[in-house]
Nanobody
Framework: QVQFVESGGGLVQPGGSLKLSCAAS????????IGWFHQAPGKEREAVSC????????YYADSVRGRFTISRDKTMNTVTLQMNSLIPEDTALYHC?????????????????????WGQGTQVSVSS
């Protein structure tokens, strides 16, 4: 079963940047995307951004598009999330997991996950 170890979180002021890293290990089949998800206190986990494991395609939640950039290395052992122009609403615990991309019409899509083996995650706090 694939496992992920997240790192790179921290405390940053609004407008600042952070770069999260996700190291994958193990093997699994049947998934085509890996993504970053976040969960704020009292809220459900939400998808932030996903990347295809086979094609150069990336996907973003509306709330982070234009501010965050997801990338992967060629071996898919590491997925990074460059987070710029951070806002307090980005404060959450960030995890890596497998991602499901469902197109709902035109270029619109929905990002979800069926992943259950969540790691410890990395905390991102945006505050002045």
């Amino acid at each position: 079963q694939v496992q992920f170890v997240e790192s790179g979180g921290g405390l940053v002021q609004p407008g600042g940047s952070l770069k999260l890293s996700c190291a994958a290990s193990g093997f699994a089949s049947g998934y085509y995307h890996i993504g970053w998800f976040h969960q704020a206190p009292g809220k459900e986990r939400e998808a932030v951004s996903c990347v295809s494991v086979t094609e150069p395609y990336t996907y973003y939640a509306d709330s982070v598009r234009g501010r965050f950039t997801i990338s992967r290395d060629k071996t898919m052992n590491t997925v990074t999330l460059q987070m710029n122009s951070l806002i307090p609403e980005d404060t959450a615990l960030y995890h890596c997991g497998t991602c499901e991309v469902t197109f709902v019409g035109g270029n619109n899509y929905r990002l979800t996950t069926e992943f259950e083996a969540w790691g410890q995650g990395t905390q991102v706090s945006v505050s002045s």
